[in-house]
């Protein structure tokens, strides 16, 4: 740890990965929430996949990557949400024909690109270290799409996120908005891709709000919690992986995956804990002076 706070002061390239992974948290931070109250883990996995589509026809005719991991993900959660609200197709096998397909075709551009194949790797699990400026201004400009989306519609994400029917009874537009939440995930998942990759972005977006979800059951908590986690398991795997010169995003998922563990056993004991306290003072009750003491 001593040695990556000494490289910080020396190398401009860890600075920036460090504050990609604090932009990517951010994003996780605020739509984790949704996707673990919602139930959409496999859903936002579908759209992450199908994002190497996009990554590989970019490469192949030489435009920004990321861009067409936005536009691709963007296509993909358009097309999930409409299977979804009005096909009779099957949401699960949509999901997985997308999965595949994405991934399949991904790989073919990207095999079919001169001197690409090699970094097949770091859109797979990231490469944070060699994130450009130029793209931490891409990250923060999303960052800022999810923010102001959320100020401005916030009640009526929280409702479509708990409770669609009522939503629906009270002339809430829940297709609408389910369709521009799948829009946000999908927006989150490119935001992450530099950080730790397709295969373990869904970790990272449900790990933080998962353990948040274990100590709160308010969702602007939280976003607010999962947002910490999510910085401090990026900037701590950055950190650890240093010096034993580990790839960083799996050291940030084996972080945050150990965390939610021990977060689950440590609630576990809580909870047994305060059921010990409270049979203690239930039976302090009925032995208190004036009451009667069991035969």
Known sequence: MAEFFGALTQHSFLWQALIAGLLASVGCGLMGPFVVVKRITFLAGGIAHSVLAGMGMAVYFAFNPLLGALIAAIVAALLIGWVRLYSEAREDTTIGA???????????FIAE???YASDLMSFLFGNILLVPARELLFMALLDAVLLLSLTLFYRQF???AFDEEFARLRGVPVSTLYLALLVMVAITVVLMIQVVGLILVIALLTLPAAIAGLWTSSLAMMMVLATLLGMLFTSGGLALSYAPDWPAGPTMIVLAGSTYFLALVAQRLWQMWQRHMSLAAQQNDHLRPGTHEPD
């Open 113 to 115: 690109t001169p001197g």
């Open 98 to 108: 997308l999965w595949a397909i994405g991934m399949a075709v991904g790989i073919l």
């Open 158 to 160: 929280v409702a479509v």
